[in-house]
């Protein structure tokens, strides 16, 4: 009798990756909103320009981080990801190692955020070479699950991490 071979947990399909990361962006939206009242009443009721608006991105950047890697760190999942049945995982490892969890922040950071990046860019700064550049930031990183043999986002392959679809 052979020992059967750990069968890896299926990869999401990339729409309900995608369904999860909208219901994250009003998650996020949320957070940003508690947090820069936060912020506003910390700092005075003071407009935030030059210094102070710098501080405020940072302060959010922060706060953002918090909450992912406290969420990842604890049990793998978000509340989007949760309700998405998706669970980050560091193949491996029994769970997600902080440092991992870190990088895999930085890169979908740096791939997905600048979907936000383009938006400001073509409707606020009115620049459509910068629009472009930062959305292709996000279509390199959401496409290469098209062409990955996991069918995983470019910021996981790179961090090392993989998103698997949940049972009931």
């Not at 102070?52 to 999942?77: I, K, M, P, S, T």
């Not at 490892?93 to 440092?99: E, H, K, L």
Request: aromatic share 12%.
């Amino acid at each position: 009798m052979s020992a059967a071979a750990p069968t890896t947990p299926p990869t999401p399909s990339i729409a309900r990756r995608l369904a999860s990361m909208l219901y994250e962006a009003f998650v996020l939206a949320a957070i940003a909103f508690f947090a820069g009242s936060l912020f506003l009443l910390a700092s005075t009721g003071q407009p935030a320009s030059g210094l102070l608006r710098f501080a405020l991105q940072l302060y959010l950047l922060a706060v953002f981080a918090a909450y992912f890697l406290w969420c990842w760190l604890r049990g793998g999942q978000t509340l989007p990801m949760r309700a998405w049945r998706i669970r980050l995982v560091a193949p491996g490892r029994a769970r997600v190692p902080p440092r991992v969890a870190l990088l895999r922040f930085v890169y979908a950071t740096l791939f997905i955020g600048s979907f936000v990046a383009s938006i400001a860019a073509a409707f606020v700064h009115r620049n459509p070479l910068l629009a472009f550049a930062s959305l292709a930031l996000t279509g390199i990183s959401i496409g290469w699950a098209l062409v990955d043999r996991d069918g995983q986002f470019l910021h996981d392959r790179l961090a090392g991490t993989r998103l698997i679809q949940v049972d009931k």
